[in-house]
């Protein structure tokens, strides 16, 4: 592709109205705006959603609906202006319809998703955790006398107003990809009581901070509970009178990557926490992708959180992280050496990064049979001008490519362009070597650590295991969705509750920052298909789910998932 030395007519004016709001007001401190303020950065919002984004009109009714939408949502703004806060509002709601997790406004969204800024705190903060089954949200754990012995209730009302109705007023608050998206967001409105207030306003007089739970038991007795904020409770719920209930057959870690051997060296266990890591860092140092200074922050995270002293180099420091991909072929060695048939990959509350980290390990496990998978994934990217800022492309770099590329865009691609009639056994074998040797191109060119490991393996597997299982919740999302789809075409188990992520939606977060408010946020730049068959498809199904009654099965567990794929291992039904 290319990138002409003119801009686009649609370029020139996003750049045009950053300029003139600019010139307004300078948006350090800005806590207040004013009406013209206010209007012009709502439409410097839509206007990088339609050039960016891959489809903002089918789901908000179609483009003349969008452009109504739009325009109702400058014309509202008041004759006074308005909080910055409360733009950031206006704007998040905007998006809720479009259902489209990665497009965002941050401060709404961590509002609603327990990130702050905003939602409420201090006595508004109720020391209680909710947790997800695929049918129900229940209490895990609560340090509230109310709710003693409650463990494992499931929840049916808040404040006398059903728990579906407060998922739909939740759905208009918030982009939401399916009904796991929401409760995902639920969980986190209900351990805040202000936020339960403006969803679920009390009928009667209430007490300031103080809600009424309508919950069910396990045996599915009725009862409601008031529950209140405030107090003093120790920070780890580990701590409170009604902990979450812990299997100690794990022995857990804080690190992002991290492996165990459980049931007699029978199952190895793989949590990865995050698509992170060394990988990502070395990809993003490498391909110019982002700011240096992003990624030493990165750097710098790790190892304040471990008290660590930071690298002065950088390339030292990204050196330093735990890499995925040497933990993944060391437990793959072991594997080996000790004949351990069945692997499991802990994707739990993973909220993606870098798909690509975990690439390596594929081959690791499957050689070049994974290379000869044809995936039935379809993808489209919008080479928007924030796309092309993100990834420090310029138009005269990218022209040279292409002469006739347009900025705007949109590319199109399947699984690298494997031929439409299936070819003979050589055929195939000759396409994966091929797949492979573009990988390893790719991965030549980012200078990764682990190459030379990869390289060894001339396309067969360090070890294959028997079976492979992948635990999942709906917090695995993004990069690590894509981890556990892969996984499962190659024949792993889903084991858990689906994801809060559709298979066939919007993808890949591409920040903006408006001019005048300073309000950030993200807009999805592709798309991905990934079951081309069911195009509505919301949800990616999983072989065992996780329902209330396995969780009940376990005592409501926080480790239910991990010990229902282990049994069902042992039972031969994996």
């Not at 998922?167 to 409760?183: D, M, P």
């Not at 471990?306 to 735990?322: C, H, K, N, T």
């Not at 049979?369 to 138009?395: G, H, W």
């Not at 939606?505 to 798309?527: C, D, K, W, Y």
Request: aromatic residues 8%; hydrophobic residues 40%; charged residues 25%.
């Amino acid at each position: 592709m290319g990138i002409p030395t003119r801009c686009s007519s649609l370029a020139v004016g996003v750049l045009a109205i950053a300029s003139a709001a600019s010139a307004q007001e300078p948006r350090a401190g800005v806590s207040r705006l004013t009406h013209d303020q206010a209007a012009s950065d709502a439409r410097t919002f839509v206007r990088l959603l339609e050039s960016s984004h891959p489809d903002p009109y089918t789901n908000l009714g179609g483009k003349v609906e969008f452009k109504r939408r739009a325009a109702a949502l400058v014309a509202d703004i008041p004759s006074d202006g308005l909080p910055v806060e409360s733009l950031a509002t206006r704007l998040g709601m905007f998006l809720a319809p479009l259902k489209d997790a990665h497009t965002r406004v941050t401060p709404h969204n961590d509002v609603w998703r327990g990130g702050g800024g905003g939602g409420g705190g201090g006595s508004a903060l109720l020391a209680v955790r909710f947790k997800i089954a695929s049918d129900a949200i229940f209490l895990a754990a609560a340090d509230i006398p109310s709710l003693s012995g409650h463990r494992g209730y499931k929840v049916r009302s808040v404040n006398g107003q059903p728990l579906s109705v407060l998922l739909q007023r939740l759905g208009s608050q918030i982009a939401a990809e399916n009904t796991l998206g929401l409760y995902r967001a639920m969980i986190n409105v209900l351990q805040n009581a202000d936020l339960i207030r403006r969803l679920a306003p009390p009928s009667g007089a209430l007490p300031p901070q103080e809600v009424v739970f309508g919950l069910e038991s396990p045996n599915g007795g009725r009862v409601t509970r008031q529950v209140g904020g405030g107090g003093t409770h120790p920070t780890d719920p580990i701590e409170w009178r009604d902990p979450p209930m812990q299997w100690m057959g794990l022995d857990r870690s804080n690190e992002m990557f991290y492996y165990r051997f459980l049931d007699h060296d029978r199952t190895a266990y793989f949590r990865v926490s995050s698509m992170g890591g060394r990988e990502a860092s070395e990809a993003y140092y490498a391909s110019n992708i982002g700011t240096k200074d992003e990624i030493r922050r990165t750097v710098e995270r790790y190892h304040n959180a471990r008290g660590l002293a930071v690298p002065a180099d950088l390339e030292q420091g990204i050196r330093a992280l735990p890499s995925v991909v040497e933990i993944g072929w060391k437990m793959l060695e072991e594997m080996k050496r000790k004949g351990t048939d069945n692997l499991i990959f802990d994707l739990r509350g993973n909220g993606g990064g870098m798909t690509g980290i975990i690439y390596p390990v594929f081959y690791a496990m499957y050689g070049d049979e994974y290379f000869a998978k044809r995936f039935p994934n379809q993808s489209t990217t919008v080479a928007s001008q924030i796309y092309m800022d993100k990834y420090n492309l310029t138009q005269a770099s990218e022209r040279a490519k292409d002469p006739d590329f347009e900025i705007g865009e949109y590319r199109f691609s399947t699984t690298d362009n494997m031929p439409v009639s299936s070819p003979d056994a050589d055929g195939l074998a000759a396409w994966a070597r091929g797949r492979r040797e573009a990988r390893l191109k790719i991965l030549r060119e980012r200078r990764h650590s682990f190459l030379p490991m990869i390289e060894s393996l001339d396309g067969k597997p360090l070890y294959r295991p028997k079976k492979v299982v992948v635990l999942c919740d709906p917090a695995t999302f993004s990069a690590a969705f894509q981890m556990a789809f892969y996984l499962h075409g190659m024949g792993a188990k889903l084991v858990g509750v689906t994801s809060a992520q559709s298979p066939n939606t919007f993808m890949e977060v591409t920040p903006f920052t408006l001019p005048i408010s300073g309000i950030a946020g993200s807009i999805s730049n592709s798309t991905q298909v990934f079951m081309p068959e069911t195009p509505r498809a919301d949800r990616l199904p999983v072989d065992f789910e996780a329902t209330y009654a396995v969780f009940k099965r376990y005592r409501f567990d926080e480790e239910t998932i991990l010990r229902y794929a282990l049994d069902r291992l042992k039972a031969g039904k994996i």
